[in-house]
C-alpha cells in the first residue's frame, strides 16, 4: 500500500499494567494470562481506533525480566545492580546480566507466543479478512540483544562480538518459528547498530544482519528498525544516519526503518537511497516530544519525504516504540499520523 502506516513494536502499558507488573508474584497463572489477553485488547484497540495498516501486540506482556527476553534464556544470571541509580535518567541506569553458562534458549524467546496470542485475539474481534491490517512481529537482532549481556572469556564469550555470535542462532530461530506460525511481517530490531555504525565496521553488522534473517528473507516482509536509542526518551550516540551508509543498503529486508521527526528531518535526502533497495520505513512522529503533531504536520512532512522516494516505496512510524510515551499522548500521535497520511492520499488520489 503507498504511504502505508505502521509501527515499530512496543505501546505504552495502561496504568493497571504498570501496578500489576510492579506485583507478579501475586497472580496465579490464569491471573496473568488474563491480564495479558486484557492488555493486548487494549493495544489493539488504540491502534486500530487509529486507522494503522500494520498493527503489533504492543509488546505488552514484555512486562518483566521473568516474562521478557532475557527471561528465556538459559546461562545468565538476570539483572544485576546499574552503575548509577541516581541523577537524571540515562542509559547507564539499566542493569546488566552476568553470562554464566552457554547460552540456550530451549523454550524459544517468547515471540511466537505473543504473535499466537495477537492473532487469536484479533480474530475474535473480526479482524483477519482482506482489509484488516496487517499483524507484525518484533524481535531484537542478536547485536542489540547483546547489549545487555557482560562477557565471559572463561566460556569463550570474550566480547560483544563473540555473544552476538552465540545469539544468532536463537533469533534465527525465533523467526522461523514465527514464520511456521503464520507470520508474515517481522521487524528484527537493531538499534544498536545505528547506534553504534559511527565507530564500528558498518559492514560488519550487515554480514550479521543477514546471517539472521537468511533462513527467513523471501518467506515473509521482513523489516529492520534503526533508531538511536529511546531508554527515558534519551538517544545514546550520534543522531547521524550517514555513517551506516552505503554498508546498510545491502541489508536483507523489504523495509527499513530510519528515525527523522527527532532529528527534525535532517539527511532526510538519504532515504532516496534507502527506496531504490527497500521500503523506507520513515520517522515521522517524535515519540521524544510531546507536541502533538496534527494531521496538517503529518501531511506535510509526507510531502518533504515524497520529494526524495516514492509513494509505494514510503511507509510511515513513529521514530521508536511507544513505551516510553504516555497513552494519552500516543494515542492522539497515531491518530494524527493515519489521518495525515489519508489526506496525502486523498491529494494523490490513491486508496484512502
Same mark, same amino acid.
Given at each position: 500500500?503507498?504511504?502505508?502506516?505502521?509501527?515499530?513494536?512496543?505501546? /505504552?502499558?495502561?496504568?493497571?499494567?504498570?501496578?500489576?507488573?510492579?506485583?507478579?508474584?501475586?497472580?496465579? /497463572?490464569?491471573?496473568?494470562?488474563?491480564?495479558?489477553?486484557?492488555?493486548?485488547?487494549?493495544?489493539?484497540?488504540?491502534?486500530?481506533?487509529?486507522?494503522?495498516?500494520?498493527?503489533?501486540?504492543?509488546?505488552?506482556?514484555?512486562?518483566?525480566?521473568?516474562?521478557?527476553?532475557?527471561?528465556?534464556?538459559?546461562?545468565?544470571?538476570?539483572?544485576?545492580?546499574?552503575?548509577?541509580?541516581?541523577?537524571?535518567?540515562?542509559?547507564?541506569?539499566?542493569?546488566?546480566?552476568?553470562?554464566?553458562?552457554?547460552?540456550?534458549?530451549?523454550?524459544?524467546?517468547?515471540?511466537?507466543?505473543?504473535?499466537?496470542?495477537?492473532?487469536?485475539?484479533?480474530?475474535?474481534?473480526?479482524?483477519?479478512?482482506?482489509?484488516?491490517?496487517?499483524?507484525?512481529?518484533?524481535? /531484537?537482532?542478536?547485536?542489540?540483544?547483546?547489549?545487555?549481556?557482560?562477557?565471559?572469556?572463561?566460556?569463550?564469550?570474550?566480547?560483544?562480538?563473540?555473544?552476538?555470535?552465540?545469539?544468532?542462532?536463537?533469533?534465527?530461530?525465533?523467526?522461523?518459528?514465527?514464520?511456521?506460525?503464520?507470520?508474515?511481517?517481522?521487524?528484527?530490531?537493531?538499534?544498536?547498530?545505528?547506534?553504534?555504525?559511527?565507530?564500528?565496521?558498518?559492514?560488519?553488522?550487515?554480514?550479521?544482519?543477514?546471517?539472521?534473517?537468511?533462513?527467513?528473507?523471501?518467506?515473509?516482509?521482513?523489516?529492520?528498525?534503526?533508531?538511536?536509542?529511546?531508554?527515558?526518551?534519551?538517544?545514546?550516540?550520534?543522531?547521524?544516519?550517514?555513517?551506516?551508509?552505503?554498508?546498510?543498503?545491502?541489508?536483507?529486508?523489504?523495509?527499513?526503518?530510519?528515525?527523522?521527526?527527532?532529528?527534525?528531518?535532517?539527511?532526510?535526502?538519504?532515504?532516496?537511497?534507502?527506496?531504490?533497495?527497500?521500503?523506507?520505513?520513515?520517522?515521522?512522529?517524535?515519540?521524544?516530544?510531546?507536541?502533538?503533531?496534527?494531521?496538517?504536520?503529518?501531511?506535510?512532512?509526507?510531502?518533504?519525504?515524497?520529494?526524495?522516494?516514492?509513494?509505494?516505496?514510503?511507509?510511515?512510524?513513529?521514530?521508536?516504540?511507544?513505551?516510553?510515551?504516555?497513552?494519552?499522548?500516543?494515542?492522539?500521535?497515531?491518530?494524527?499520523?493515519?489521518?495525515?497520511?489519508?489526506?496525502?492520499?486523498?491529494?494523490?488520489?490513491?486508496? /484512502?
Amino acid at each position: 500500500m503507498p504511504l502505508r502506516t505502521s509501527v515499530i513494536g512496543s505501546y /505504552p502499558f495502561p496504568g493497571w499494567l504498570e501496578l500489576a507488573s510492579t506485583q507478579l508474584n501475586r497472580f496465579g /497463572p490464569d491471573d496473568l494470562a488474563e491480564l495479558q489477553d486484557d492488555a493486548v485488547v487494549a493495544a489493539l484497540h488504540d491502534q486500530l481506533a487509529a486507522g494503522l495498516d500494520v498493527v503489533t501486540d504492543g509488546e505488552q506482556t514484555r512486562l518483566d525480566f521473568n516474562l521478557s527476553f532475557y527471561g528465556y534464556i538459559q546461562g545468565i544470571d538476570l539483572e544485576s545492580a546499574p552503575p548509577r541509580l541516581f541523577g537524571p535518567p540515562a542509559h547507564d541506569q539499566r542493569g546488566k546480566h552476568k553470562v554464566v553458562a552457554p547460552l540456550t534458549a530451549p523454550r524459544g524467546l517468547g515471540a511466537v507466543d505473543e504473535f499466537k496470542r495477537l492473532q487469536r485475539i484479533s480474530s475474535s474481534l473480526g479482524l483477519g479478512h482482506s482489509a484488516s491490517p496487517t499483524l507484525k512481529a518484533s524481535v /531484537p537482532g542478536p547485536y542489540t540483544l547483546s547489549g545487555r549481556l557482560l562477557p565471559n572469556a572463561a566460556l569463550g564469550y570474550t566480547d560483544r562480538w563473540a555473544l552476538t555470535e552465540a545469539l544468532l542462532p536463537i533469533v534465527r530461530k525465533e523467526l522461523e518459528d514465527l514464520v511456521a506460525a503464520g507470520c508474515t511481517e517481522i521487524s528484527v530490531d537493531e538499534p544498536s547498530m545505528s547506534c553504534y555504525a559511527y565507530k564500528e565496521d558498518p559492514w560488519r553488522f550487515v554480514d550479521i544482519f543477514n546471517r539472521t534473517v537468511g533462513t527467513v528473507f523471501g518467506r515473509t516482509r521482513v523489516c529492520t528498525h534503526l533508531c538511536f536509542g529511546n531508554y527515558k526518551a534519551r538517544a545514546v550516540g550520534p543522531r547521524q544516519i550517514a555513517p551506516m551508509f552505503p554498508a546498510f543498503l545491502d541489508f536483507k529486508c523489504d523495509e527499513m526503518h530510519v528515525e527523522m521527526a527527532s532529528r527534525e528531518f535532517a539527511e532526510l535526502e538519504l532515504i532516496g537511497q534507502i527506496a531504490q533497495r527497500c521500503d523506507v520505513a520513515v520517522g515521522i512522529i517524535d515519540v521524544k516530544s510531546y507536541y502533538i503533531e496534527t494531521p496538517d504536520d503529518v501531511a506535510r512532512r509526507i510531502k518533504r519525504c515524497l520529494e526524495f522516494a516514492p509513494a509505494d516505496r514510503l511507509v510511515f512510524a513513529p521514530d521508536c516504540g511507544l513505551s516510553q510515551t504516555a497513552r494519552w499522548a500516543a494515542k492522539r500521535k497515531l491518530k494524527a499520523m493515519c489521518d495525515g497520511a489519508k489526506l496525502v492520499r486523498k491529494e494523490l488520489g490513491l486508496k /484512502p
